[in-house]
């Protein structure tokens, strides 16, 4: 059905589009409004066209099953002017981008949406409905802001079979969400707008008022109605109650959400609460606060599905998926999840996401030692720089977020390097070592496409280590491991000797004379293995690229494509894992630039023991937005869905009892445990900012496992100088780099 006010219904474009009888200009597709009116009538809902006041002016407004249209009605002179104007603007799809191809998957998926707005005409205003929080009507224009931010929707009264009253309100508020593109850097925050619309006809305000609010309920079952809310006052700078209060509840009360609010008193209450309570009266749990608050409620979750499940909380042969989804408010000292995730950390940006409902999913991954799961994390696991950081920090917490600069400049000047061994399982083609990002490699953005895809044909990593398929890899691993530690460990002792700095391809020959590959039965040295012609092409590309990638696309010429162990033993500056990007305020691209938030898989960042320069280097590439640390020669960066770790893996049993066991950072026994360590020799893991000592880890990526309110960061797309990846390496020692 279409109501339209006869006053100045058909004079325009926007009224011939909706009826689709006339096609007129550019913007106008026939065949995208035959599809329109198809798909009206599939979803049989009404179309409504009504001009209103909007700040005192003339609009022409539109609704149909998907969206709100409003478009100023003026004389045709003064739009064609306009027009000509906007078709003098340049496209953004002109403008060089950063990551081409994530940019250009982001853009078509832009574009689609926009192509609603393309067939309105280009002057138009279009809102989504999916992004609509609320509607409001009222007798003026505050009584509709007061009606919209009321806690509870009657039922109108003719549901309750009474007689419908004389509509009195001419006064229409429609609150939405709205992406701000503010710059370049900055077009992740989103913030919450008001469209109200006057009609002196009631009527139709009445009319409009109950088709939105129908049309809104189809969004109503993925929405949040009763949220669960733990607030961490002792995050960050401990504002996160003021933060609640003034940057997440008036959103959170226009949505009509009914909350319930703790405040924490103590470490791990989160957790404690989650395994412990009724769970049913709530559709969704929030925390406000940094990475370790959000570690706790993801912990707490996840124990307490298995708990529901009767699962072995150590050694579980399925971990189950969380039935409740995690909405996370930023107000922390890092907040790099939730950076990760939206690509800022705005804490209304976080609420947004959280009432429209939208939600992805995100892994994580669980760490065990001998006696089974120590803990869940979702952001980095870190050893070396990134574990002494954490160890340190908490003793400084009054600082701030100060502690981290502090004791960062601490460690990283007192990291003499720490031996180690990972065994990582990897495919030919997650062997990404120094793999280029020109390479077809993309950035995790909204409807990142490799999140969605199903990794149908992967082994069943998400079963826990100590599962059959796990436990077999592991013991030929340690079987063959053994036969030639001696051989390695020569090697490695010969490595930590070496210098990475500026001898790109040394160092790949080193690397791959270091890393042992298991193929199930037999160990094959990289010299014994055939290469393809291709792999020994002489073009300069090629020659840049590490020799075992070389190998690995021999490998997967004889169709031998299978996930292998792999063994790298050396000394470290840094081992870390990383579930997500891991980007902050203070490091816009983050640890690993490329980690996808939900494809099951974690990347490996191994940082070599060089010199004190290289790790500056690796400081300012980490910290600068077109730096890639992937291009500096002393950096390896795997993706894998499964590694171990071992500290310096000539450790003897005496030795690992005596240093091995994790504590929270916070509690007293940290001090404690920390002191019989010998000193310099090991350093900690730091897990979502928790310090965990166990020197033998198993690290498992669990796709998806717990759902998340995001829709993923949109691509940064400052315009590019056109550089070679090289030249995007900061470097303070080089000028030409
Ligand atoms: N009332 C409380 N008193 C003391 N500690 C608390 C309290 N509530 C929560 N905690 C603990 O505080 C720890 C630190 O909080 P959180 O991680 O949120 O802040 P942060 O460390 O400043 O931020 P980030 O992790 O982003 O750097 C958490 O591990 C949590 O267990």
């Known amino acids: 059905m279409i109501s339209s006010n006869p006053a100045s219904a058909g004079d325009d474009k926007l009224a011939s589009d909706v009826k689709g009888n006339m096609v007129s200009g550019n913007h106008i597709h026939s065949e995208k409004v035959e599809n329109k009116q198809r798909n009206f009538q599939q979803q049989n809902c009404d179309i409504l066209l009504n001009t209103f006041q909007i700040k005192k002016k003339r609009y022409k407004v539109l609704l149909n099953c998907d969206h709100i249209v409003?478009?100023?009605?003026?004389?045709?002179?003064?739009?064609?002017?306009?027009?000509?104007?906007?078709?003098?603007?340049?496209?953004?799809?002109?403008?060089?981008?950063?990551?081409?191809?994530?940019?250009?998957?982001?853009?078509?998926?832009?574009?689609?949406?926009?192509?609603?707005?393309?067939?309105?005409?280009?002057?138009?205003?279009?809102?989504?409905?999916?992004?609509?929080?609320?509607?409001?009507?009222?007798?003026?224009?505050?009584?509709?802001?007061?009606?919209?931010?009321?806690?509870?929707?009657?039922?109108?009264?003719?549901?309750?079979?009474?007689a419908t009253p004389t509509p009195t309100d001419q006064y229409l508020s429609v609150y939405y969400a709205e992406r701000i593109v503010a710059s370049s850097t900055d077009c992740n925050r989103w913030h919450i707008r008001r469209l109200t619309l006057h009609n002196n006809d009631s009527y139709i305000v009445a009319k409009w008022y109950e088709n939105l609010q129908s049309l809104l309920q189809r969004y109503s079952e993925t929405r949040v109605k009763r949220l669960l809310v733990f607030i961490n006052p002792y995050g960050g700078r401990?504002?996160?109650?003021?933060?609640?209060?003034?940057?997440?509840?008036?959103?959170?009360?226009?949505?009509?959400?009914?909350?319930?609010?703790?405040?924490?008193?103590?470490?791990?209450?989160?957790?404690?609460?989650?395994?412990?309570?009724?769970?049913?009266?709530?559709?969704?749990?929030?925390?406000?606060?940094?990475?370790?608050?959000?570690?706790?409620?993801?912990?707490?979750?996840?124990?307490?599905?298995?708990?529901?499940?009767?699962?072995?909380?150590?050694?579980?042969?399925?971990?189950?998926?969380?039935?409740?989804?995690?909405?996370?408010?930023?107000?922390?000292?890092?907040?790099?999840i939730v950076y990760s995730l939206h690509g800022t950390s705005d804490a209304q940006t976080a609420t947004i996401h959280m009432v429209l409902g939208q939600r992805r999913g995100l892994d994580v991954c669980s760490i065990r030692n001998n006696d089974g799961i120590i803990r869940f994390c979702a952001s980095a696991m870190g050893y070396g720089y990134l574990g002494d950081v954490a160890a340190k920090s908490e003793q400084y917490r009054w600082m701030g977020t100060k502690r981290y600069e502090y004791t960062g400049v601490k460690a990283f000047l007192s990291n003499r390097g720490y031996e180690a061994e990972v065994k990582m399982l990897l495919k030919d083609d997650e062997t990404k070592g120094t793999l280029s990002p020109s390479q077809g490699e993309l950035i995790c953005h909204a409807n990142c496409e490799t999140c969605r895809k199903l990794a149908s044909n992967d082994i069943d990593a998400d079963k826990p280590s100590s599962s059959h398929s796990s436990l077999h890899l592991q013991h030929k691993m340690e079987t063959k491991s053994t036969i030639d530690n001696e051989h390695s460990r020569n090697l490695d002792r010969n490595d930590s000797d070496k210098d990475y700095s500026n001898?790109?391809?040394?160092?790949?020959?080193?690397?791959?004379?270091?890393?042992?590959?298991?193929?199930?039965?037999?160990?094959?040295?990289?010299?014994?293995?055939?290469?393809?012609?291709?792999?020994?092409?002489?073009?300069?590309?090629?020659?840049?690229?590490?020799?075992?990638?070389?190998?690995?696309?021999?490998?997967?010429?004889?169709?031998?494509?299978?996930?292998?162990?792999?063994?790298?033993?050396?000394?470290?500056?840094?081992?870390?894992?990383?579930?997500?990007?891991?980007?902050?305020?203070?490091?816009?691209n983050g640890m690993s630039k490329y980690c996808h938030l939900g494809d099951g898989h974690l990347?490996?960042?191994?940082?070599?023991?060089?010199?004190?320069?290289?790790?500056?280097?690796?400081?300012?590439?980490?910290?600068?937005?077109?730096?890639?640390?992937?291009?500096?020669?002393?950096?390896?960066?795997?993706?894998?869905?499964?590694?171990?770790?071992?500290?310096?893996?000539?450790?003897?049993?005496?030795?690992?009892?005596?240093?091995?066991?994790?504590?929270?950072?916070?509690?007293?026994?940290?001090?404690?445990a920390d002191a019989n360590r010998p000193e310099g020799l090991y350093s900690s893991w730091n897990c979502d900012g928790e310090v965990i000592n166990d020197l033998e880890i198993t690290i498992t990526s669990h796709r998806q496992l717990i759902d998340v309110f995001m829709r993923g960061p949109y691509i940064y797309s400052k315009p590019s100088l056109n550089n070679s990846d090289n030249k995007s390496i900061f470097c303070c020692c080089h000028s030409d780099t």
């Open 70 to 162: 409003w478009e100023r009605l003026e004389s045709k002179h003064s739009s064609a002017s306009k027009n000509a104007r906007h078709s003098e603007k340049t496209p953004a799809s002109a403008l060089p981008v950063v990551n081409e191809a994530a940019a250009q998957k982001e853009a078509e998926y832009e574009r689609e949406q926009l192509s609603q707005r393309a067939t309105y005409g280009s002057l138009s205003n279009v809102v989504h409905l999916r992004e609509v929080v609320r509607v409001a009507k009222g007798s003026s224009k505050s009584a509709t802001v007061r009606n919209a931010y009321q806690t509870l929707e009657q039922p109108t009264r003719e549901a309750q079979g009474h």
């Open 238 to 336: 401990k504002m996160g109650l003021q933060i609640f209060e003034r940057s997440c509840k008036p959103t959170i009360q226009l949505a009509g959400i009914d909350a319930s609010c703790i405040i924490t008193q103590r470490a791990n209450q989160i957790r404690d609460i989650l395994m412990s309570h009724d769970l049913t009266p709530f559709d969704a749990v929030c925390c406000v606060g940094g990475d370790g608050t959000v570690a706790e409620m993801i912990n707490g979750l996840i124990l307490r599905a298995m708990q529901d499940r009767n699962v072995c909380l150590r050694k579980p042969d399925d971990i189950p998926k969380p039935h409740l989804p995690i909405a996370i408010i930023p107000a922390g000292s890092t907040d790099a």
């Open 503 to 588: 001898k790109p391809m040394e160092k790949q020959t080193q690397i791959k004379a270091l890393i042992k590959e298991d193929y199930d039965d037999v160990i094959t040295s990289d010299q014994e293995r055939p290469i393809s012609p291709s792999s020994t092409s002489t073009s300069s590309d090629n020659a840049q690229q590490p020799q075992y990638l070389q190998v690995a696309a021999s490998d997967s010429q004889f169709g031998n494509n299978v996930p292998k162990w792999r063994i790298i033993r050396g000394e470290f500056f840094m081992i870390t894992a990383t579930n997500i990007t891991c980007a902050c305020t203070r490091s816009p």
């Open 603 to 672: 990347d490996v960042v191994l940082v070599r023991k060089t010199n004190l320069l290289n790790n500056v280097r690796f400081v300012i590439n980490t910290m600068g937005r077109n730096g890639d640390i992937r291009n500096l020669p002393f950096i390896e960066v795997y993706r894998t869905k499964q590694f171990i770790f071992k500290a310096k893996p000539n450790i003897t049993p005496q030795d690992y009892n005596s240093i091995r066991g994790s504590c929270q950072p916070i509690a007293d026994s940290y001090a404690e």
